[in-house]
């Protein structure tokens, strides 16, 4: 069946550090794949997303290319800020089928 | 203006209580959606309705019961609340059911005592 899974945290980094937050898929077919995420005390947010082999999804800084050869759409960002701590969920979901979503990843962005 | 809101956004009840949470979405979406998240951030999926058609109904006890009165509302009932129902409750709604981007209320923050 379908899943993600992605790199347990938590993360800790300091400001202005490189992230790489990793995350593979399973899937039968050809999934969409999502990046989510959920600042303190609040529901979850799509931050970006990719529909298709070798699309790179991009927001606020953050990217994420679609890998179908590693089944792969690790999450990156250049300079974090302190802001920029939250939980970050991968997740897939193929037509018809439901959303599957990664355990999060708990990120901590130090000044 | 909110696009899916829950009430209550805090709920504090005792062991063996019957209560609802609420969920609406002004989107026009057609499938909405109901997750728990424990305290450790697992997410995890308990429900899906498209068009007020039950379509995902995971390994849940039956004391949690959806409702979905028209395609704009979807609301969850809880009976016998038991201390492990303790988490916090998130409705989401997607324009179709399946690989479209779904969007998240606020949750609902349930504690049992």
């Known amino acids: 069946g379908d899943s993600v899974t992605q790199m347990e945290g938590p993360v800790t980094l300091s400001e202005e550090a490189f992230l790489t937050i990793n995350c593979t898929y399973t899937?039968?077919?050809?999934?969409?794949l999502f990046w989510y995420v959920q600042y303190p005390g609040e529901g979850l947010q799509l931050l970006l997303k990719?529909?298709?082999?070798?699309d790179k999804g991009s927001n606020k800084g953050f990217e994420a290319t679609y890998r179908k050869e590693t089944t792969s759409f690790h999450l990156e960002k250049g300079s974090v800020q302190v802001s920029d701590s939250a939980v970050y969920f991968c997740?897939?979901?193929?037509?018809?089928?439901?959303?599957?979503f990664g355990t999060g990843t708990s990120l901590t962005v130090i000044p | 203006d909110t696009a899916v809101s829950q009430t209550p956004k805090y709920l504090v009840t005792q062991m063996g209580n019957d209560k609802s949470i609420k969920c609406e979405q002004n989107l026009g979406h057609d499938t909405m959606y109901w997750y728990k998240q424990d305290s450790k951030k697992f997410l995890k999926i308990m429900f899906s309705y498209n068009n007020k058609e039950l379509i995902i109904n995971e390994t849940v006890p039956n004391r949690f019961s959806p409702k979905s009165p028209d395609k704009a509302h979807l609301n969850l009932h809880i009976n016998s609340l038991e201390l492990g129902d303790s988490a916090v409750y998130f409705c989401?709604?997607?324009?179709?059911?399946?690989?479209?981007?779904?969007?998240f209320g606020p949750g609902t923050r349930l504690l049992v005592l």
């Open positions: 899937a039968t077919g050809y999934p969409s």
């Open positions: 997740a897939l979901s193929e037509r018809g089928n439901q959303f599957y």
């Open positions: 990719a529909t298709k082999a070798d």
């Open positions: 989401a709604s997607s324009l179709t059911s399946g690989e479209e981007t779904q969007y």
